[in-house]
């Protein structure tokens, strides 16, 4: 798609119209005055946690945000492979894969040695290996996630339309309220209506839970007492989306570019063909010193570009957006309100985002590390505010979430460095050092290491050594049994909330009496101690908890569906109709056995999270550690 | 996607509200008075139409339907590969291969020898032959389509809007009237409300061109004295959409299924993984007999179906949808309103789809054809309402079409003959016919075999032996130069109304003076004969007209930008912004040269039209002939 030629409009680039670009968004409407969660801010994290809780009609939520109505330019563009992957569960992938740019390439720049004033193209990388996912790198302008995002609530059962123009004042938590189903709400929330025809007005929200999606100055961050850690210097950063005449041959692929003289920059093409960014790096700031005082202005961005890309032109057109600001690599000890010392205290109180994490832009991280915060937090309060899992599953969020922005701010701080050392980053080495890192900046390396209630110890890992207890699942393409169509597994896992179990098939006939997963479905089906049983209520489908796929060896003609075991071809819903969409087998021109490291001799199964993560790798019989795991945290119903 | 599974609710299921699944469609005015094109009929063909037009503010266009509202339910089902092309094309095609059902296997199933009264397996063939297209076959309610065209248009720079509850009465030709640019309405359609609140009110319309999109019983067809000619007797079918529990393995493939005595069915598996279609062909009826007149209902069809299923079970929990129709193979003579007597007459009466062509279902080819249609005429109006091309272009539609459309009826009769015997169809022999016939049915067999103003003589053909002149553009994977993003070729091929010449380069480097590639800008960019130079108007983008693409052999990292022809890297729109999607490099894992059979040493041109059909080969150096057939029918600005 190509767009933005004469100038540059937000919005939705297929309607034709700039002035009907948007969707209306935003409720009219008081806010309720209960909730059972309150979503404080309408960013990437925010809108991420609130798309997943808008499938949830019995869920109760409200989302506030301080601006008068949805994004429109500027922030983030950066969406990680991950993300992408993410976005397919949310069931809008397809919509950026159409309309972003892709970064297919990286390239580098350094200075010329025998004309040092000079850049000259110092290397290349495919900026995303083969075979780390199945979706490329994009580069999307931040408020056109946020729309597709818009566009899941509204959908949903829940019809779910922020309330824009509230600024939180302040929350507070009563520990004497019973906190119980007759009266559930602890935290109240007060704001304060910033559009001009309600100046000034207050609202009161009592709510189950809050969560803080407010960005780096946080209110509820600081409500809970919280604050983030780090740098105590900021680096400052000029950026900004141009409509530019240029013969810098790279200005379609991520460039690095590093001046002997002038400082750096980096430029990232983006959606419709003509738009690109540039970051330019300014001065590290002095501790207290605000960028703004240094009344830098696009001009100065430009002339600072231009300086760097010589002998290369740029011919500014337009400046579509810019911005000049300042941040560092700083985090919180936790992203609850769970105090240290009484650490089995429910959590009432999160954050997420910026919130409780800040990243340097240069690896493209912060985005994608949010919306992450908000997939992982989403399913646990549906979880729980559904009574299928216990509270205590909510302590996972901030443990999981928390280590892995540490690791990912280590090493955003060492990127950093890397590329911003006042000597100059050496291109040879940030290009190792890129190539390296391709799987954290495709967000493929988050690990959730601690063995936890939702994380299982890896004594069986060997059995799918390319699906790693604690990693997202990595998808591989298969072929459906029931109709042949060609599928990526991992696009089963939808954001639906629920559990899945992959039962890859070991050697031999799937519907041979004593096959692995014949004694899997039976034991699911029948036995009482079975998560199925136990955990899905009467009248629900068969699979509304926990959904079990399957996984065979064999081409998909040598497999009779009528005689593989009833649970892979369950009547669901009033007719009892059949789901036809449990069963898959290897794709022999491209082997998800092979592909994963599965054990063709034993098979095994793999619990998925409903955030896409690996749970646990077990033994095809492994029916009693499979029951002690959903036993570990889900609640009868 | 799933959906429904608790019952068939139509619209767009990824809004989980069924009441809100639909867009607000028709328009509330009254029609205006005068149109350069007035559409009769929002089927696929008028739709088409429409969508194509809508992308042109200035024309005006104007289409109607005797319907009340937009298609909800039922009729046509089969999307074929060159379908999903041209929808590529119109901006939807992911939209499509989302929701749709995906048709990857045809099953057949005839009387066991055994066991005379049960049906076995005979058979199954991979739907569409490897490489035929880059898209699969699909199957989706007409309905959705009619949706995903309501849509383009509502986005368009028109933002065009059918008239629902108008039927057609009457068209009269003025002769007298003048036809020039001053009064050029030499049309009227005198029209009546059909809607309870304007019920019996008329409106008329003075329109330059009029298109017959009005189905069998055309009311357009009739006012220009044409006559469907074909079959004396029409075939009886019965379908049935439903929502069914069966234990016919192959219910989600397409099935071809022969019983001994009690006829034969066809299982169309359908979108959302559980509704699927049952043809059954009922007998032949004698000429005059209606199906009406048999009071066949769906009981009927239902039992028929569970007859010939057996030994399987079909146990029908509701239907979607249902009828029973007779339709016959018949065709129009010419789909114009020219007299064969003065073929040199201007036309301006046209008809498409199913107002000149009758199809049986067997084949699944009705809808198709009638989009077809609609999109090699909507490109002609186009060029021709805005000064572009000379009015005798429009002679080409009927030309062109009608023989594709006798050469599908042909082609269909043999295939209803094979299916339909009354002695029940051989399933060796129509297997046989069917893998030898997946071009015919896939919609890329179409072929405008006599040379035309449009369609080059093929002295040149051997330069592209994969690239047939005639017939569609057969995309191919390629790395775009600029950013190294894999695409298709093809898919540049958007429903815009313009030319495109690819120019694919011959041996050597392209930037070198003397290139064949260099050779032909420098002509196309500066010569007097250059069709780019005359047909673009001053003002004008340079591609707006005729967009000039090339395709390089070396690799993307092998060639630089800059050193190409500046035609390839045109400075566009308000500022002059370089649009950097001009050039291509061969995939060296699916490499284009190899896979379309182009000549490697030389090179050569293909010159696309706006309906991505080949309009001529020519070698690179053929500037001459090139501005030959550009000057045959395109008129100076």
Known sequence: MQFHLNGFEPGDPEIADPARRYAPSGSSDSVPTEADVLIVGCGPAGLTLASQLSSFPDIKTIIVEQKG??????????????TMEMFEAFGFSERVMKEACWINETTFWKPDDKQREHIVRSGRVQDVEDGLSEFPHVVLNQARVHDF????MRKSPSRLEPYYARRLLDLSIDETAPGDNAYPYQVTARLERVDAEHEGQHETIKARYVVGCDGARSVVRKSIGRALHGDSANHAWGVMDVLAVTDFPDVRFKSLIQSAKDGSIIIIPREGGYLFRI???LDKLGAGERVSNRNITSDHLIAAARRILKPHTLDVKEVAWWSVYEIGQRLCDKFDDVPAEDSARLPRVFIAGDA??????????????SMQDGFNLGWKLAAVLRGRAAPHVLHTYSAERQ???????????????VLGSSKGFDPAETQRYFVQHGRYTAGTATRYRDASILIGAPAHQHLAEGLTIGMRFHSAPVIRLSDAKPVHLGHVVKADGRFRIFAFAGAGDPAASGSGIGGLCEFLSNDAQSPIRRYTAAG?????????????QQGHRELDINAMPPLLLPPKGRYGLRDYEKMFCADPRNDIFALRGIDRA???MVIVRPDQFVAHVLPL???????????GFMMAS
Chains 1, 2 share one sequence.
Not at 69 to 82: E, V
């Open 279 to 281: 970051y330019v790096e």
């Open 149 to 152: 995002y818009l566009d899941v």
């Open 69 to 82: 109505g949805p994004l429109r330019l500027g922030q983030a563009d950066g969406i990680a492979c991950r």
């Open 356 to 369: 409780c994490h800040t990243h340097s832009p240069k690896a493209g991280q912060g985005m994608n590390v």
């Open 602 to 604: 034993r098979g095994c």
């Open 403 to 417: 280590a892995v922005a540490k690791e990912l701010i280590d090493f955003d701080r060492e990127w950093a460095e």
């Open 540 to 552: 629900e489908n068969i699979d509304a908890v926990i959904e079990v796929l399957a996984v065979f």
């Open 621 to 631: 019989d492994g029916h009693a550690e499979l029951a002690a795991f959903f036993d």
